[in-house]
């Protein structure tokens, strides 16, 4: 518990306001945030406006029809007032009634959120579990989707961070059309940084967050939705739990004619409208390129050390890679040291893999040749000194040496 | 439906990024995003930090000391990710479980809101109607107190915006802690230009937003809940529907030891630690003076040119003021000629009071005498061409009259 004190001997008179304080520059290479390119980060210093203003229906016209792009959605596309993980909870609570059967493919720690948050809701749960760290076998969709009648929805993660998965969706996309049933996709990790065709697989409902690969600051969740859901959730039989999650009065503010839901948080819809822009001028392929070819260089320097990716390699997510962490070394010391010395954050296992594995981002703005070299030498510096000898010049020439026919990266 | 047209064709490279468009800046004078100080808006550029670095951990517990300060609470005092909406749906679904009674004193807008959001989560609601405008009659609540049993929370909003209430407190939470039942309280609009005293009104879930008497960006809720309201939620028989506004699983990431929930929003944690800081420097009975003292002098203003306040004189909210449009005016013609040629926006009524009443709002950066007159200024202007005769002069000088006994206003 804190001391509490009351104003009045908070501060006297004479004290200034404390300076903001000046909080380490960190090369961000956890599982986001992402670190965040100033032009985005100005973005958001635009004097205050209206939520109903015509000037910001403006601004949210532009952010819907950027992300209809970034996503390539022609179906309702918007940014939700809360992480990623309100977007998951948006979705399920939208479109799923108590009782109602949903099949979720379940390969990791986000997956298992997922159930836990439709079980919440009261709906038929078909948690449809694989091995961790591997791709999800689509054949046994097909079977559940042959055994179970009037399957609502089905929903998997596009990127499993926990373990590093990068999952295929034709297949899945083509099951949920054959048998008739909604499909929603996690893309947290994988939007901006991986080409999704969302009109293209016949996604009904695909959410993110804009911390990851997007580069913006965390607290918005763009989504987009199909038409086809969006009449489902119109003719549900009865109101979802969630009014503040609810996506059809959401979609009432977002499309004429508007109706008030909450007041958006202005700030970071500038943000994440420049940064849709940055995106797009970049291009998603060659975005999706940038992000492979930093993940390649990274896994090379990683195997050269002797440090092996949890993923195999056909199904390797680039924004994310796990990597177990070798026998007998300490892992509280390298994140700390890293962080402590060298001023880099990696990311941490989780669930099953906690304490097992490292996760390292590059996503966004982190997604650059200066922080794999940065990280190789960090790693290369710290490892020996927990006993796991490694030789770091090596290392760091394998990971350029996998750029030579690169040349465009960033 | 926007035009989509994809990656390719969006740019060509040698268009360069659109620069942020200068929106215009506006007198905010509405029900809200009022307007952020600079010292504030400059609080979000810190370069962006992980959820769970030690640095960063230093932020969130300063934050949470300083809204214990400020709300005058000793209990779990946290930002949640999302608008004031979601701090109303973090209480009501994290407390209330299906057929749990919640007295709901309802009179105005937000109430109703309220009302709605526990009816969806299954609670057993019991709705305490009064007339809009009026303060709540507490007399009725000792009734329904004493006919129901097994009262697991009464709920009131503490500035009703839509009719422009101040509720008294005292009363209302005498009885709940006679009756033994939790106590919720909506200070979205009121906390931070009101004094409020949770541990001595005995409050047991306070909850509020970032965009109003704060003086942040919108985004952020922030809440303080009693440890006996965090007991209640720990033992719950089902976990509640939501799973992104579970209280439990928030508050494991504010308080020691720390689990990971949601990526919290950075930058706007920096803004709102900022803003409390200012809040406290100020002092709380300082900008409640503040705030009292430039809405009596729009009272006086707004009377003089014959317009009348919804609210009674002896419980009129300070932050936002209702008025009656006079028969005759154009309510539209009213407010776009006001944003449009003077930059000043004020609210339109809502629900019962659509069409009916402008709702001005003084609040945080936006409480200042030379937007009192700028308001009045407009108005004297704008009335009379829609055949409503004022005297401009008369009605600035009347609200001028009201400080000559305040020097110290802002």
């Known amino acids: 518990m804190q001391e509490i004190t009351y104003i009045g001997d908070y501060m006297d008179s004479n004290e200034s306001l404390r300076e903001t304080p000046i909080l380490p520059e960190r090369i961000l290479l956890g599982p986001g945030p992402s670190m965040v390119n100033p032009i985005i980060m100005e973005a958001m210093m635009t004097p205050m406006i209206g939520y109903l203003d015509p000037d910001f229906m403006d601004i949210i016209d532009e952010v819907s029809t950027l992300l209809g792009k970034a996503y390539r959605s022609s179906g309702t596309s918007m940014a939700l007032t809360g992480t990623g993980s309100s977007g998951m909870e948006a979705g399920l609570s939208s479109i799923l009634e108590p009782g109602d059967t949903v099949i979720i493919c379940a390969y990791g720690y986000f997956c298992e959120r997922m159930v836990e948050m439709a079980q919440r809701l009261g709906a038929n749960v078909v948690p449809l579990r694989s091995e961790w760290g591997k791709p999800f076998p689509e054949e046994s969709l097909e079977r559940e989707l042959k055994h179970h009648r009037n399957v609502k929805m089905v929903s998997a993660i596009h990127g499993e961070t926990s373990t590093g998965i990068e999952q295929p969706l034709n297949n899945i996309a083509a099951l949920t059309e054959e048998y ?75 499309k004429k004619p508007r109706a008030y839901h909450h007041t958006t948080p202005v700030s970071l819809i500038m943000a994440v409208r420049k940064s849709l822009e940055m995106m797009l001028k970049e291009g998603l392929e060659a975005r999706s390129k940038r992000h492979k070819d930093n993940a390649n260089a990274l896994i090379a320097g990683l195997e050269s050390m002797g440090l092996k990716p949890v993923a195999p390699p056909e199904h390797r997510l680039a924004q994310i890679t796990p990597v177990w962490i070798p026998e007998g070394v300490d892992d509280d010391f390298v994140r700390s040291t890293l962080l402590n010395e060298y001023n880099i954050e990696i990311g941490k296992g989780l669930g099953d893999l906690s304490g097992k594995v490292w996760r390292i981002g590059l996503m966004g703005e982190s997604s650059k040749k200066a922080h794999v070299l940065a990280l190789l030498n960090g790693l290369g510096d710290i490892l020996p000194n927990t006993g796991f000898n490694v030789n770091k010049n090596t290392a760091m020439r394998a990971a350029e040496a996998t750029y030579t026919a690169v040349p465009s990266n960033i």
Request: hydrophobic content about 35%.
């Open 180 to 254: 008739e049933t909604l499909l929603m996709v996690d893309a947290v990790t994988t939007f901006g940084g991986t080409v999704i065709e969302t009109d293209g697989l016949g996604i009904d409902y695909i959410y993110s967050a804009t911390q990851k690969c997007v580069g913006a600051p965390p607290g918005l969740s763009p989504v987009s939705l199909s038409d086809r859901a969006l009449n489902s959730i119109r003719s549900r039989t009865q109101k979802p739990f969630s009014w503040y999650l609810d996506l059809d009065l959401i979609t009432n503010y977002w």
